[in-house]
């Protein structure tokens, strides 16, 4: 008799104790696959600290298959579920597509940021879920820091030394306090001219610091924040987010280059997939972690709406504290509606207090229902941490140890980019590599989710529609900043070429793949300045948006051209960059011979009557940006084009500003 096979998705706090649960109760007498897009486990309360450098990145990170004995790791995306056949479709991470049979599924696939749709937020804002955005934050602070020491304008200085954290949940309230402590020990070891200091925003809608805690609680981290000099401004939030700052709520603007957006979470997009009833988003489950009328699926996590047995006729919230307990419960069932454990039990919980690390010594916390503050605090915090972590306790300890004694480093290490951490992502763990596949935005609503392969990736990826809306207030905007067209809009989607020999989208010769670099420096860095060989910034040489070589394809007279078809016109006659929403393109393969004859040409085209830009058109008059040419005869190379006569795309209406949700526990 073959083994039942149990298929968990997602490894998160939920996904993770489930499968250490099932492993242990089944005993090899079931088949465990985990799916999941990285091979750890991450311990997000104590990613805050990554971002200020109190802890290494491998420190929060617990290997899977080196804690997970009997379970099979398989490393992938879930891109959908079939209920009827038991199957679970999920994409690798080179872009391949796979399956898995289940005779048990577990759902845990967690949670993405949530976005609003207030202008600008989703190109200029960065989200804090995963480890690729902790590790970005920390190296764009610090080169904030180190661009504002040598800056001789005193605005751009000041706006530069000007931080912005929009969410004073636990998440919110943590980055403030870490990454506050994190610029003031940059700027004692190097003084800012004229004695500037950095400057921290928090801000959120709701009429107090960590709303969810006691109010006790609720003061001491206020206190805290404020004696360090964070400004808190409750009853205020974004409401239009730019390169250059932030427009209030309350009408003031702020100048700044960073925007830290931790105003809460809302389930993965592969939930509505699933096609069954869902409470905000979140898919319904009896108190026994099952699908209504599915025996064989379970869910548990941030991907299911729990019923509070303490409090009926609520649900329990999206915290880390119940998607733990939740997947202990969720593996003892699944045993059990095999005959291989104890006899399924509902979901009840007995809250154990909350607890806030606010950096050094300072924390606040309630164990047991008791209220702590200060030192006291502070060592309750750390041991419930170092007691919660799966692996790594001596590690983490001793970084703890390390940092209380020595000078933390203050240095750039620049691994993750701008665009490869967009805040509008269903992939909050994973960093958006060149010519790597990619999930479509975390978007919530009616309109169809669609994925479009850049090169050398699979072009058989999933196109899914999804459902209707489960949240208003969680569907993100689509629009950027002062009237221009959204990534998914008309006016920004580039036009399928025809049959006959027609090159095709992302190939050499061909229009460009949507939302591809070599436009538009990218935008989801408020001010910030693009590096060299990056999306908008100076590329090498024979790269995407460079200057590429001279065998480039010459099959047909490029757009532009005469002879040749226009292309629609972006909002300021701009192509395309790389950043939210916006996957980098990879290496293009050259078959056809040199021809000596051909001039170098990149991205941009040759109309002398379009305007200059990064991508875009070049006049013979101006000088040449990155991936331009300015020889009105020269064939465009693989970029877009712009005509100036198409017509320009209307900008997208100003969304209003919702409510701020909470974001995880942290405990």
């Not at 820091?145 to 912005?164: K, S």
């Not at 399928?496 to 010769?509: L, T």
């Not at 960059?577 to 990149?602: L, Q």
Request: net charge neutral.
């Amino acid at each position: 008799m073959s083994r039942p096979r149990v298929v968990i998705v997602g490894a998160g706090f939920a996904g993770y104790r489930a499968a250490r649960t099932l492993a242990r109760l089944t005993r090899n007498r079931a088949d465990i696959t985990l799916l999941n897009p990285t091979d750890y486990f991450l311990y997000l309360p104590l990613l805050p600290q990554v971002a200020a450098g109190v802890l290494e990145a491998r420190r929060v990170t617990v290997s899977l298959p080196g804690t997970l004995r009997g379970v099979r790791l398989v490393l992938g995306e879930a891109d959908g579920v079939d209920l009827d056949e038991r199957t679970v479709h999920y994409s690798d991470p080179e872009g391949g597509a796979g399956s898995l049979r289940y005779d048990r599924l577990v759902l845990a696939v967690g949670s993405v940021n949530k976005l609003l749709p207030v202008p600008g937020v989703a190109e200029h804002a960065h989200g804090f879920r995963g480890l690729p955005e902790a590790l970005y934050l920390r190296d764009h602070v610090t080169r904030q820091v180190e661009l504002a020491a040598a800056e001789d304008d005193p605005g751009r200085r000041a706006a530069r030394c000007t931080f912005v954290v929009v969410g004073a949940g636990y998440t919110g309230t943590e980055v403030a306090a870490h990454l506050q402590m994190l610029t003031d020990r940059l700027v004692r070891r190097r003084s800012l001219p004229g004695g500037l200091r950095p400057r921290w925003l928090l801000l959120d809608v709701a009429p107090r610091v960590l709303p969810e805690m006691d109010e006790r609680l609720s003061r001491t981290a206020d206190r805290v924040l404020r004696a360090r000099g964070v400004d808190v401004r409750m009853g205020t939030s974004v409401k239009e987010a730019t390169r250059e700052g932030v427009l209030l709520t309350d009408g003031e603007f702020v100048a700044s280059r960073t925007l830290v957006w931790c105003v809460g979470v809302r389930p993965d997009p592969l939930v509505e997939a699933v096609g069954q009833p869902l409470e905000r988003g979140r898919l319904i489950v009896d108190p026994q972690l099952q699908l209504p009328g599915r025996t064989d699926v379970f869910a548990c996590g941030d991907a299911a709406a729990v019923p509070d047995l303490e409090r009926p006729g609520s649900f329990t919230p999206m915290t880390a504290q119940h998607a733990w307990r939740q997947g202990r419960v969720a593996g003892e069932n699944v045993a059990g509606s095999l005959g291989l454990g104890r006899r399924r039990r509902p979901y009840r919980h007995r809250d154990l207090g909350f607890a806030v690390d606010l950096g050094g010594a300072r924390a606040a916390a309630n164990p047991l229902g008791v209220p702590l503050s200060g030192p006291a605090a502070g060592v309750v915090t750390r041991g419930y941490h170092l007691a919660a972590l799966p692996g790594n306790r001596i590690r983490v300890a001793a970084d703890w140890l390390l940092d209380a004694v020595l000078p933390r480093q203050g240095v750039q290490l620049g691994l993750v980019r701008s665009w490869s951490v967009p805040l509008d992502t269903a992939s909050p763990e994973l960093a958006r590599v060149p010519g790597g596949p990619d999930r479509p935005s975390a978007r919530t609503g009616g309109e169809p989710m669609t994925h479009e392969s850049a090169p050398g990736t699979d072009p058989g990826r999933r196109t899914a529609a999804e459902p209707g809306k489960t949240d208003p207030a969680a569907e993100p905007g689509d629009h950027g900043p002062a009237g221009e067209p959204g990534d998914h809009g008309p006016a920004a989607e580039p036009r399928d070429m025809g049959p006959a020999g027609e090159p095709g989208k992302n190939q050499p010769g061909g229009e460009p793949a949507k939302r591809q670099p070599g436009g538009e420096p990218a935008r989801n860095q408020p001010g910030g300045e693009p590096a060299r060989n990056q999306p908008g910034g100076e590329p090498a040489r024979n790269q995407p948006g460079g200057e590429p070589a001279r065998n480039q394809p010459r099959e047909e007279p490029p757009r532009n051209q005469p002879g040749g078809q226009s292309a629609r016109r972006r909002s300021g006659g701009e192509s395309a960059g790389a950043g939210p929403g916006r996957p980098a393109p990879g290496p293009v393969r050259r078959t056809d011979p040199p021809d000596p004859a051909a001039p170098a040409g990149s991205g941009g085209t040759t109309d002398p009557a379009a305007p200059a830009g990064s991508g875009g058109t070049t006049d013979p008059a101006a000088p040449a940006g990155p991936g331009g040419t300015t020889d009105p005869a020269a064939p465009a190379g693989p970029g877009g084009t712009t005509d100036p006569g198409a017509p320009a795309a209307p900008g997208d209406p100003a969304g209003a500003t919702g409510p701020a949700d909470r974001p995880n526990a942290s405990d």
